[in-house]
């Protein structure tokens, strides 16, 4: 199991509830356990919950009581954010920690302020690695309900003074930052993508894997991401095991509607956004890479490959 460090500057243990204990939540509750604090998961899966449903896990918690929303985004969010509300009282605080988007935490908070339940949105960048690196933290609400939750942030989050950001007081302004963050990210891998794809093209560049691992040190376009893609080329060098598919989560989608709406120009985003719809009607070589990336930081699931020509269509995101 990993130990995670408690820093002298953290702030004191809490008991928290923690809701939907998949490749995120699961490994978020270990490492609040780790950090000294108390959790009460639930999740539909019996297997891995602490309790047997949201009442008895609200039962559970002291108040104020604090719990934290890890569940997909859209109905599944929107209807365990109001069920809790019925079973909440005032005082109490909400996190939702998921995807969702920015929008449907101005509805939630609206509708939890009339019955005295904080709201706070908080967008989570960490993947798979986050149990062991940390989590960084993008949330969204007011300064007394961002307080009570305060000590699990501090536990989340990696070591070193960044990675945490109160990004604003009103509703959906941690979200907000977070779809930038992946419209970024999309535009990102993008890049990396396409020059993989043409240095692996011409016949010029003998080892390709090896340029890509030179990048990583003392270069302008060293990143994490680099690292990552550096790792799915080392075990697969011309990706022949990955298609050439790449889903989109909706956070792409959003932040180009966002540009438009607010006449923000989008190139470089709209475009990485686009590529990813080509990927679902031809095997692209570029998106083998963006979808082993997507795999290596998100542990996101990767299509086998198959001949050109061969089928297409695929089962959304979960």
């Not at 929008?103 to 005295?116: F, P, S, Y």
Request: charged share 20%; hydrophobic share 40%; net charge negative.
């Amino acid at each position: 199991m990993t130990t995670v460090p408690t820093p002298a500057h953290r702030s004191t243990a809490m008991h928290l509830g923690l809701i939907g204990l998949g490749k995120m939540g699961g490994n978020m509750r270990t490492r609040l356990r780790n950090g000294g604090h108390t959790v009460t998961g639930y999740d539909r899966n019996p297997d891995v919950s602490d309790v047997g449903s949201l009442g008895e896990l609200v039962e559970a918690l002291p108040s104020p009581k604090v719990v934290w929303v890890m569940v997909p985004a859209g109905d599944a969010t929107r209807g365990t954010v109001a069920e809790l509300g019925g079973l909440l009282s005032e005082g109490d605080v909400i996190v939702d920690g998921g995807n969702s988007r920015w929008t449907d935490d101005q509805l939630n908070a609206e509708m939890l302020r009339e019955k005295g339940i904080g709201f706070v949105d908080c967008g989570v960048s960490g993947g798979i690695w986050g149990l062991e690196n940390g989590y960084a933290l993008m949330f969204g609400g007011s300064d007394d309900d961002v307080a009570k939750v305060l000590p699990a942030f501090e536990t989340l989050k990696p070591e070193g003074e960044s990675g945490m950001v109160h990004a604003g007081q009103k509703p959906g302004a941690g979200h907000f930052a977070k779809m930038v963050h992946n419209g970024i990210e999309y535009a990102m891998m993008q890049a990396y993508a396409e020059g993989w794809e043409l240095l692996e093209k011409v016949d010029v560049v003998d080892n390709v894997t090896e340029v890509f691992d030179s990048w990583r040190e003392g270069t302008v376009i060293r990143s994490w991401l680099l690292d990552l893609l550096v790792v799915a080329l080392k075990d697969d060098t011309h990706l022949d095991q990955i298609r050439g598919y790449a889903e989109d989560s909706g956070e792409g989608r959003w932040t180009v509607e966002a540009g438009i709406d607010n006449a923000v120009p989008m190139h470089v985003i709209a475009a990485s956004l686009f590529a990813r719809f080509t990927s679902r009607q031809d095997d692209s070589p570029a998106m083998k890479a963006v979808a082993a990336m997507r795999n290596q930081f998100g542990g996101h699931a990767t299509q086998a490959g198959s001949p050109a020509g061969g089928d297409s269509s695929a089962p959304p995101e979960k």
